[in-house]
C-alpha cells in the first residue's frame, strides 16, 4: 500500500505519542516509589536522591516533547501551554523542595503539594496524550 505523506506522519505522531505516554508512566511510577521510600524514611541516601531528581527533570522534559507533538497534532493551544507551564513548576518547586523542607515546620504540607505537582505533570501528559490520539485519528478519516 502507498502511504500518503500525512497517513506516514500521523503514524510517527501516534508511536511517538505511545512512547513518551509509557516512558513518563514508567518514570512516574519510579518516582513515587522513590518518594515513598524518602517520606517513610525506609531509605534516604544521597544517590538515591539524586537519581529521584535526574528522573523528574526527565519526566519534565518528556512532557515538554509530549508537548511539542501535541503542537504538531493540532491539539487546542490552552492545554500545551498549561502542560508547558505546569512542567516548568513542577522542576522548579522539586529543585527548591529540600531548601523548603529545612525552613518550614510543617513539611509535609510541603511534601503533599510536590506529590499533587507531580501527579498532576502525570495526568497532563495523559491528557496531552489522548487528544493527540484524537486529533492524529480523525485526520486519518
Ligand atoms: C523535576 C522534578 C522533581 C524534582 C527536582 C524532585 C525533587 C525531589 C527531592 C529533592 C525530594 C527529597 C526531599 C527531601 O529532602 O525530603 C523529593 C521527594 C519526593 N518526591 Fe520529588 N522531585 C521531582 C518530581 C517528582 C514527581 C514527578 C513526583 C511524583 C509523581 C515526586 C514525588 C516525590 C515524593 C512523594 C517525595 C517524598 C517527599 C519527601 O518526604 O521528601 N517528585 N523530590
Same mark, same amino acid.
Given at each position: 500500500?502507498?502511504?500518503?505523506?500525512? /497517513?506516514?506522519?500521523?503514524? +510517527?505522531?501516534?508511536?511517538?505519542?505511545?512512547? #513518551?505516554?509509557?516512558?513518563?508512566?514508567?518514570?512516574?511510577?519510579?518516582?513515587?516509589?522513590?518518594?515513598?521510600?524518602?517520606? /517513610?524514611?525506609? +531509605? !534516604? /541516601?544521597?544517590?538515591?536522591?539524586?537519581?529521584?531528581?535526574?528522573?523528574?527533570?526527565?519526566?519534565?522534559? *518528556?512532557?515538554?516533547? *509530549?508537548?511539542?507533538?501535541?503542537?504538531?497534532?493540532?491539539?487546542?493551544?490552552?492545554?500545551?501551554?498549561?502542560?508547558?507551564?505546569?512542567?516548568?513548576?513542577?522542576?522548579? !518547586?522539586?529543585?527548591?523542595?529540600?531548601? *523548603?523542607?529545612?525552613?518550614?515546620?510543617?513539611?509535609?504540607? !510541603?511534601?503533599? #503539594?510536590? *506529590?499533587?505537582?507531580?501527579?498532576?505533570?502525570?495526568?497532563?501528559?495523559?491528557?496531552?496524550?489522548?487528544?493527540?490520539?484524537?486529533?492524529?485519528?480523525?485526520?486519518?478519516?
Amino acid at each position: 500500500m502507498i502511504q500518503t505523506g500525512r /497517513t506516514n506522519n500521523s503514524f +510517527d505522531m501516534k508511536t511517538a505519542n505511545l512512547i #513518551l505516554l509509557n516512558l513518563i508512566r514508567l518514570i512516574g511510577v519510579a518516582l513515587i516509589v522513590l518518594g515513598t521510600l524518602f517520606w /517513610t524514611r525506609v +531509605d !534516604y /541516601t544521597e544517590s538515591l536522591v539524586r537519581i529521584h531528581m535526574q528522573l523528574g527533570v526527565t519526566l519534565v522534559i *518528556l512532557l515538554w516533547i *509530549l508537548a511539542i507533538v501535541a503542537i504538531r497534532a493540532r491539539v487546542s493551544g490552552a492545554l500545551v501551554v498549561r502542560a508547558i507551564l505546569f512542567g516548568l513548576i513542577v522542576a522548579a !518547586y522539586g529543585m527548591a523542595l529540600r531548601r *523548603l523542607l529545612g525552613s518550614t515546620t510543617a513539611p509535609n504540607v !510541603y511534601r503533599v #503539594l510536590h *506529590l499533587l505537582a507531580g501527579l498532576g505533570a502525570i495526568g497532563l501528559a495523559e491528557s496531552l496524550g489522548a487528544r493527540i490520539k484524537r486529533s492524529v485519528s480523525s485526520a486519518l478519516v
